[in-house]
């Protein structure tokens, strides 16, 4: 079964701008070609219909003249008005094709044609056979004509029928080798009209041979519609990828920016205006934030010198203090301050690495920097996993996964590490045995300076960054940070990053 469903996997749509774009614009000419193509080919096959109508009529009225009930001049007029309706050309094959008054033309095969007999007959019956079907619309375009000729039969219908079940052309095949040929190996349809201009009097029917439309017309109008489909789809790729690919160097060059936080050489406009001056806006975007954030660099560079300057110099003088309890809490503020700026230089710092992320054994460093906390009989464990290797930032990485250790053991009595790898992520995840945190606050946990504990203490509160600075760290690397309490209780800590950079 498994087999079977992979056979028949979804068809996958294509997500890009210009796939989808193409595929838009492919479905859309492939409707509207073959709506022109049906229309085309109904246009050909009215044509064709009118052709044999009127050469019906031309037969109707001939016989009717022929036999004394219409005018001399009755063919030659309603001659005259058929020309009048229909392309130039037209109507005389059709009533000579029809009629047999004249052969092929010079250069031109012969036309398969009915003789004048057969083509106008009388008859003392209605040509309808039993069952048969009228064809209303032949019908009334007949009437039409007749009328114009001042002729209104009190009788009209029209059929079609294939050549082999017409009972008169099977009988009169029987002594007529060339009409007993036309009626073997064809598919063309006879058209059959009859009327009867009075009630008593009988019935004048005519035949007319109805060619089905040759190959060559459809491989025609096939060809016509696949080439001007192509030629337009082209064009529009052509158009498409003109738009496309600027706008897929743009965005290549927007995520290594949002990586890296570097300018690079701008990038040449270029694509039609619009897009030209996007790419000129974000090369100009992308040179004032890399001069941001490098002179926030330098700012933070020498408000850290100038801060800790005045914070060792405090502690030195401290020293000369007598009262010893004073001095300890002195210096055990200056450490607090110092440790806030630290957290807040770093936080501040994240994202600016010059060295690109490098693959790392992560169970090699999650081991390493457990066995920090066990020389300092720290009460920290590494759960035993499989070798996982990704790209990372080392210092960063173990920066995270210090502070979420130091925070389990800050709230519980134990750490326990654990990795384990899903699909094309990574969890290295920290739990503790603490009181957790409230459903409510989990989210306010990882703002800048959320404590979970409301002293100023760094032993017992901390200063609200390690959190925050551990998120900052793991979406660096594009992962995610999800804290939740556990079942048995204490808080569980999840740094999912992705195997791949």
Sequence with gaps: MARRSSRFAPLRLPRSLLGQSLLAIAATLLIGQAVSAVLLYRAVEDRRDVGSINAAAFHLLRTANRTGDGADDLPRALRRELRRGAPDGMIDRDIERGMGMAGAREGQRPRRRLPPRIAGRL??????????ARDTRSEQRLAEILARQGIYPTELVVTR????????LAQLAQDRPRLQSLLQGTDTQVLVAGMQQTADGPWIVARTLRTPVEAGALWLIAAQTVLLFLVLLGATYLVLRRITRPLARLTERVEDFAQTQTAREPLPPEGPEDVSRLIAAHNLLESRIASLLDEKDVMLGAIGHDLKTPLAALRVRIESVPDETQ???????????????????????????????????????????????????????LAPSERIVAPVQVTWLRRALRNLIENALRYGETASVSLSRGGRMVTIAVEDDGPGIPPQDVAAMLEPFRR???SRNRGTGGAGLGLTITRAIVREHRGELVLANRPEGGLRAEIRLPLAG
Excluded: C, H, N, Y
């Design 161 to 168: 029928r294939e050549m082999a079940d017409d009972r008169l």
């Design 123 to 132: 008859a003392d019956r209605s040509p309808l056979l039993p069952g048969e």
């Design 327 to 381: 001095r300890a809490r002195m210096a055990e503020v200056i450490e607090d301050l110092r440790q806030s700026l630290d957290d807040i230089l770093s936080l501040a710092r994240i994202g600016r690495a010059k060295d690109p992320p490098e693959p790392v054994q992560l169970t090699a460093l999650a081991q390493s920097v457990v066995d920090e906390f066990e020389d300092m009989g720290r009460p920290v464990t």
């Design 452 to 454: 979970g504990e409301a």
